[in-house]
């Protein structure tokens, strides 16, 4: 057979029709379904918060058409069971060909627009133009992942359907479906979420994680200092500390380094770590015992300031986070921090999200009630800070911002994630007319938000009371905005004027929005700080806005915030 006669016959018939009605898997895919889907996936090539790679939207633009799949091969079924109508075999023909016809050549247009719309956002947030964007391949694995999603749909409607014929021997047509959709229903939870994810990923992860703990990065060494944890005189042992734990430990500036850079003599910091407890709930309270021991042992409550910091799920702690407190105050300062989980912040954010702020919680309490108790004219300024998850395990020590305001003496807090409660308090109790992605809260009394804190902490023009507290949050930050509301709400950070690094093209789609910016989760770090989910040396300003020391000024400041920039300190 030649091949022009295949392509005339495929012409004339280009769509194959099973040869048992009943077959499920096999069978050719619904017309209406494919359209949606393809509508679907055109929606997914429009711009989100950050620039995506093309494989991640070929990714996005799989699962978004698998979607559209699902919800127009709905909207078919429903016709289907509503009206009689069919249509001919010669308008099938002609609507499959169209289909093909179309889809390729309006698929093509649309990715190619894409790149371009990529491309000027790469440009806004100052991310290198070398943006390869394969255009057959996005189609391609779009085409695929779809395509996975509807054979293992199908493949669970057969099973379905298998069990309500087996009960149907015993029981009525319809208890019998009701049955076998419960007992799938039943099966397809307790596969996806017992054995695959918490006993398959999960359980991979919680591997891999636990013996990335058990490491050392290279340079960091066991320190021989009396005023860090993980010493020769420390109650913690530095094996005990985590890698994150030992990599924030090894990494504290020397007081020759602070010397060197304040003119003036400096003396060593304090850094206290207590790495992740065992013994259930009883931990939480033996970590903050740990951590108060150190602080009496390191002298941190008679150092000038003391800064307690959120974590994110590793332990990790951005080392642009405590350095510029340590060199604004000639070393004259203790941090503290303390691991509740070895496992990455996004797997945190799922399986230990309460553990968190438990954690802080008892850490904050212990450390506080020692605090208190000291002379008013003695003690430390008590400031708190964290970045990420971190940012929310710090704010679940608190009752609510006014509760924050009573007890420390001002607050750095860096990306939060929506779920962060003092955040959304402030959030939604913002001045009217001001934006989601730069609110003013009371005038700016107490709360200021900053993209580009130099400028953006000026503002707005009224008094700025003591305690402080300072969110560092880009516009671009996808871990600030992502939530579940995002499938069928249109976000407020959508809403006109945008951030000053969020594209005008870009558009509120149900479901769509929401798998973008979950994509854009995974190249939240992709871009040049102050964009996604990258600070920079953004917590120079902020600390020196917080809780500057005396005679400190905006040429200490920027001083600083160059010597910072200049650093190559790990992000």
């Known amino acids: 057979m030649s091949v022009l006669h295949l392509l005339v016959r495929w012409l004339r018939r280009p769509y194959w029709d099973a040869p048992d009605p009943a077959w499920i898997v096999r069978r050719w895919p619904d017309l209406t379904a494919c359209c949606v889907a393809a509508l679907f996936f055109w929606l997914s090539l429009t711009p989100s918060l950050l620039p995506r790679p093309w494989y991640l939207q070929g990714l996005i633009g799989g699962i978004t058409a698998a979607v559209g799949y699902t919800a127009g091969a709905a909207a078919s079924a429903l016709f289907r069971a509503l009206c009689r109508y069919r249509p001919a075999e010669r308008t099938r023909a002609r609507c499959w060909l169209a289909f093909h016809v179309l889809g390729i050549v309006l698929s093509t247009a649309a990715v190619s627009w894409s790149a371009h719309a990529q491309r000027r956002l790469r440009r806004l947030q100052e991310v290198e133009p070398s943006l390869v964007w394969h255009t057959p391949m996005i189609i391609l694995i779009a085409v695929a992942v779809c395509a996975l999603f509807v054979l293992l749909a199908r493949c669970v409607r057969l099973v379905a359907r298998r069990l309500a014929r087996f009960f149907g021997r015993w029981v009525p047509r319809p208890a019998a479906y009701v049955i076998g959709t419960a007992l799938t229903a039943l099966l397809v939870t307790v596969g996806s979420k017992d054995v695959l994810y918490e006993r398959g990923f999960i359980?991979?992860?919680?591997?891999?994680?636990?013996?990335?703990?058990?490491?050392?990065?290279?340079?960091?060494?066991?320190?021989?200092?009396?005023?860090?944890?993980?010493?020769?005189?420390?109650?913690v042992d530095w094996a005990e500390l985590g890698a994150e734990g030992r990599n924030f430990i090894g990494s504290v500036p020397r007081k020759q380094d602070i010397a060197a850079f304040t003119g003036r003599p400096a003396k060593d910091p304090v850094r206290v770590y207590v790495g992740e407890q065992e013994g259930g709930d009883a931990h939480f309270r033996r970590t903050a015992d740990l951590a108060v021991q150190e602080l009496e042992r390191t002298g941190g409550f008679d150092r000038k300031v003391l800064a307690l910091l959120g974590t994110t799920g590793s332990g990790w702690v951005d080392p642009r986070m405590p350095e510029p407190l340590e060199y604004m105050y000639?070393?004259?300062?203790?941090?503290?921090?303390?691991?509740?989980s070895y496992l990455p912040s996004w797997i945190s954010f799922l399986v230990d999200k309460e553990k968190a702020a438990r954690d802080a919680r008892a850490v904050f309490d212990a450390v506080y009630a020692k605090w208190s108790a000291l002379p008013a004219d003695d003690r430390p300024k008590l400031v708190v800070g964290g970045e990420s998850l971190g940012t929310y395990a710090t704010e679940a020590g608190f009752d609510g911002l006014d509760d924050m305001l009573d007890k420390v003496d001002g607050a750095l807090l860096a990306g939060p994630p929506n779920v962060s409660p003092i955040w959304r308090e402030v959030t939604a109790g913002r001045d009217p007319g001001s934006p989601v992605w730069r609110?003013?809260?009371?005038?700016?009394?107490?709360?200021?938000?900053?993209?580009?804190?130099?400028?953006?902490?000026?503002?707005?023009?009224?008094?700025w009371e003591h305690p402080r507290v300072v969110y560092l949050q880009n516009a671009s930050d996808p871990v600030v905005w992502?939530?579940?509301?995002?499938?069928?709400?249109?976000?407020?950070?959508?809403?006109?004027?945008?951030?000053?690094?969020?594209?005008?093209?870009?558009?509120?789609?149900?479901?769509?929005?929401?798998?973008?910016?979950?994509?854009?989760?995974?190249?939240?770090?992709g871009a040049p700080p102050p964009h996604g989910h990258r600070y920079g040396t953004g917590a120079v300003d902020g600390w020196a806005a917080v809780v500057p020391p005396p005679g400190w000024t905006d040429r200490d400041t920027a001083r600083l915030r160059a010597y910072e920039a200049a650093k190559d300190a790990p992000y």
């Open 203 to 235: 359980d991979i992860v919680d591997r891999i994680s636990k013996a990335a703990n058990l490491s050392t990065a290279d340079g960091i060494t066991q320190p021989a200092s009396a005023y860090v944890s993980g010493g020769p005189t420390s109650v």
């Open 330 to 340: 000639g070393g004259d300062s203790a941090v503290v921090a303390t691991q509740y």
């Open 439 to 463: 609110p003013e809260y009371d005038h700016g009394r107490h709360v200021r938000f900053a993209q580009y804190p130099e400028r953006d902490l000026r503002r707005p023009d009224g008094p």
């Open 482 to 525: 992502w939530t579940p509301d995002l499938l069928f709400h249109r976000p407020a950070w959508l809403d006109r004027p945008l951030g000053p690094d969020v594209t005008d093209e870009m558009r509120f789609w149900p479901v769509v929005t929401f798998w973008q910016t979950t994509v854009d989760l995974a190249v939240s770090f």
